[in-house]
């Protein structure tokens, strides 16, 4: 696997999720960080960080001012998770300075090609089901929202 950050979303298929850019004051956006579970430590991934299936990855998210967030990942199967919060329901009120890790780390599975994993921010509450239908149809978010994305993509063996 490869990381890409930043990435733009595909304009086609189940992935394809219009990016909203919101730069929030002092340049801060919300924004997640992705770092690997090392025996010996934890590793920052960067672009260009080689992953494999099982390895362990960390999710801490910047809410840069943000109220209400949803952290969700969907693989090249179509299969969405959620991470924060867990199970479907309204988006987490987010701590909203500093980089807050997820309770759990997110073990990579075998599913082919890519995880792509988003963080969806508003100022007001929402629900988790308007990320999960807009990463599973490809459509855009509406009017408020900040998306910011990033895909693990999976080398061929």
Do not use: C, N
């Not at 010996?40 to 960067?46: A, C, K, S, T």
């Not at 500093?98 to 921010?121: C, I, K, M, N």
């Not at 988790?128 to 063996?157: D, H, I, N, Y």
């Amino acid at each position: 696997m490869v990381l890409v950050l930043h990435a733009p979303a595909p304009t086609q298929g189940p992935a394809a999720v219009t990016e909203l850019e919101q730069v929030r004051k002092k340049g801060l956006r919300p924004s997640l960080g992705l770092y690997r579970q090392k025996s010996d430590g934890v590793e920052r991934l960067e672009p260009g960080s080689r992953l494999r299936a099982g390895d362990l990855v960390q999710v801490r998210y910047i809410a840069a001012g943000k109220a209400f967030g949803v952290v969700a990942s969907m693989d090249a199967r179509g299969s969405v998770t959620l991470h924060l919060p867990e199970a479907p329901g309204p988006a987490m009120a987010l701590v909203r300075d500093g980089e807050r890790a997820l309770a759990h780390a997110y073990e990579l599975d075998d599913s082919p090609g890519f995880e792509r994993f988003v963080f969806v921010t508003a100022d007001a509450p929402f629900d988790t089901e308007l990320v999960v239908r807009a990463l599973k149809q490809g459509a855009a978010l509406p009017k408020g929202f900040t998306l910011w994305s990033v895909t693990l993509a999976k080398e061929t063996p």
